[in-house]
C-alpha cells in the first residue's frame, strides 16, 4: 500500500480482494498520505518505508536516493529517487514499470512548492521525466481534469493535450479514474515538464509582464499561476 491516508478503505479492500497487506510505502509526510498507517500497522506489523528526514508513523525502515526496497512477497523492487520541493525530502518509488510519485508529479500537473524551492521541483520533476515513456505514473491525487483545464490556458495550441481532456472528461464522466498516465503523455502534455516550450515560456512572460526565458523562472511563475485560479 502507497500512502494510506486512511486505514478503513484500505481495509475494506483488502478484505474485498482477499490481500494480505506486506508494506507500506510512504513518500512524503502530509497527513492525507500517512494518516492510515498507524492503525494499518496496529492491526498487523508489516514494514513501512518512507523518506529519511521526514516524520513518517511507525517507519522501519528510511530510505532515499539510490536505495532499494524489496518487497519478496511481491516479487516487487524499486528504486527510491529523492523529489524535494513539494516536502523537504519527498520521495518516489519506480519499480515494475511504475512510478509513485506522491504529491510532486500529478497527471498534467505538479505538487505546490511547500517546504522546498522552485529550483529543486524543477530538478526533481526532470529526474522522473527522464524515466521511459511508458512509465505508468500513479500520482497521490485525482486532480487531473482541473489540471487539464489550467494547461489549456499555459499551451493553448496543443493538439495531445486536447485529445487528452476528451479522453479525461469521458473516463470521469463513467466515474473512473483518469490514473495511472503514462510519462509519455505527461512529457507531451503537461506544462510544468515544458518549461523550456516556446509557448510555455511565453504563456509565462504574459502573466508575468516580464521576460524570463529560464526554466526555473517560467517553473516559479507558473506554478504561482495556477496558485491564485
Ligand atoms: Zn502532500
Not at 508494506?23 to 506489523?45: F, N, R, S
Not at 536505495?67 to 519506480?94: C, K, M, N, Q, W
Not at 470521469?172 to 510555455?200: D, K, M, Q, W
Not at 508575468?208 to 495556477?226: E, N, S, T, Y
Amino acid at each position: 500500500m502507497v500512502d494510506p491516508g486512511e486505514a478503513g478503505p484500505v481495509q475494506r479492500y483488502l478484505a474485498a480482494q482477499k490481500l494480505k497487506l506486506v508494506a507500506i510505502l510512504a513518500t512524503h509526510h502530509h497527513p492525507d498520505h500517512t494518516g492510515g498507517i498507524a492503525e494499518l500497522v496496529a492491526a498487523g506489523k508489516v514494514p513501512v518505508f518512507g523518506p529519511k528526514g521526514e516524520p513518517i508513523p511507525a517507519l522501519t525502515h528510511p530510505v532515499g536516493q539510490g536505495d532499494e526496497v524489496d518487497i519478496a512477497e511481491l516479487s516487487a523492487l524499486f528504486s527510491v529517487l529523492d523529489i524535494p520541493g513539494h516536502t523537504r525530502a519527498h520521495v518516489a518509488y519506480y519499480g515494475l514499470g511504475a512510478l509513485f510519485c506522491g504529491d510532486t508529479l500529478f497527471a498534467c500537473g505538479c505538487g505546490r512548492v511547500f517546504e522546498g524551492t522552485p529550483e529543486q521541483m524543477v530538478d526533481s520533476l526532470g529526474k522522473l521525466a527522464a524515466l521511459p515513456d511508458d512509465t505508468k505514473v500513479y500520482c497521490g491525487h485525482e486532480y487531473t481534469l482541473a489540471n487539464i483545464q489550467f494547461a489549456r490556458q499555459v499551451d493553448p495550441g496543443n493538439a495531445e493535450l486536447a485529445a487528452r481532456e476528451a479522453r479525461a472528461q469521458r473516463l470521469r464522466a463513467e466515474g473512473r479514474p483518469t490514473l495511472p498516465s503514462t510519462l509519455g503523455e505527461e512529457r507531451a502534455t503537461n506544462p510544468f515538464l515544458r518549461c523550456s516550450e516556446p509557448v510555455v515560456v511565453a504563456s509565462a512572460n504574459k502573466y508575468l509582464g516580464a521576460r524570463v526565458a529560464d526554466p526555473v523562472r517560467v517553473f516559479a511563475a507558473i506554478r504561482d499561476w495556477k496558485n491564485r485560479v
